[in-house]
Nanobody, 130 residues
Framework: QLQLVESGGGLVQPGGSLRLSCAAS????????IGWFRQALGKEREGVSC????????NYADSVKGRFTISRDSAKNTVYLQMDSLEPEDTAVYYC???????????????????????WGQGTQVTVSS
């Protein structure tokens, strides 16, 4: 059974940091394109970041560029999303996903289109508030 489990969410003050983890079981993340999405209450799901499985290229939504960093630990079969300089607007449920997106080299699309992603985690809540 293919499964993704997110962890690391919580309550943090503006300007703070969190690191989300996404652990895979039943499959090897290295062979899949990876994405992080988020959905705030009452809003549409938003693409946040991605990793191209072929060459490890990464990309970010403009709203998080320079503040968030996606990474992959092959030995732990886990993907991370380091979130720094958090803002109240980052409050959302964060989801990781895996699939086959057929990217060319040096590129991935952070979203919001999610075609090709077929395995999703259950989500982890991130709340940024003072």
């Amino acid at each position: 059974q293919l499964q993704l489990v997110e962890s690391g969410g919580g309550l943090v003050q503006p300007g703070g940091s969190l690191r989300l983890s996404c652990a895979a079981s039943g499959f090897t993340l290295d062979y899949y394109d990876i994405g992080w999405f988020r959905q705030a209450l009452g809003k549409e799901r938003e693409g946040v970041s991605c990793i191209n499985k072929s060459d490890g290229s990464t990309n970010y939504a403009d709203s998080v560029k320079g503040r968030f960093t996606i990474s992959r630990d092959s030995a732990k079969n886990t993907v991370y999303l380091q979130m720094d300089s958090l803002e109240p607007e980052d409050t959302a449920v964060y989801y990781c996903t895996a699939g086959q997106r057929h990217y060319g080299p040096g590129y991935c699309d952070p979203g919001p289109v999610d075609h090709g992603y077929d395995t999703w985690g259950q989500g982890t809540q991130v709340t940024v508030s003072s």
